[in-house]
């Protein structure tokens, strides 16, 4: 008999991950999340994802960062065309961060 491993994970993973695993010949155990457990899960899911980008430094990683970004607008009712617009309207009015500036202080009189 053969023996079997089971690596708990609780936490929010791509839409095709189960169909993965599955053609990997395992077995896991998933379950759909209800709209608030899914808006934590999110946030959760870009910690990692933040943390998994200064680990490595790898564009890849941002490509996953967006993804969730993506997925954290779409759960509170903005598409990503608005996060776009928001975003281009947040550059227009206080800039963006091309121009490398760092804030050091401000005085107050």
């Given amino acids: 008999m ?18 993965i695993i599955a053609q990997s010949g395992k077995t896991c155990t998933t379950r ?3 709209a608030a457990e899914y808006v934590r899960m999110l946030d959760a899911k870009l910690d990692e994802e933040l943390r998994e980008y200064h680990q490595d430094q790898r564009v890849e990683e941002l490509a996953d960062l967006m993804e969730v970004i993506r997925a954290c607008a779409l759960a509170r009712g903005c598409s990503p065309e608005e996060l776009e617009r928001i975003r281009r309207r947040k550059a ?14 401000v005085q107050t009189e």
């Fill in 32 to 34: 759909v999340l209800d």
């Fill in 92 to 105: 227009m009015e206080r800039g963006a961060f091309s121009e490398r500036i760092m804030l050091i202080d």
């Fill in 2 to 19: 053969g023996e079997h491993n089971t690596i708990t994970y609780n936490k929010l993973v791509r839409d095709r991950i189960p169909d």
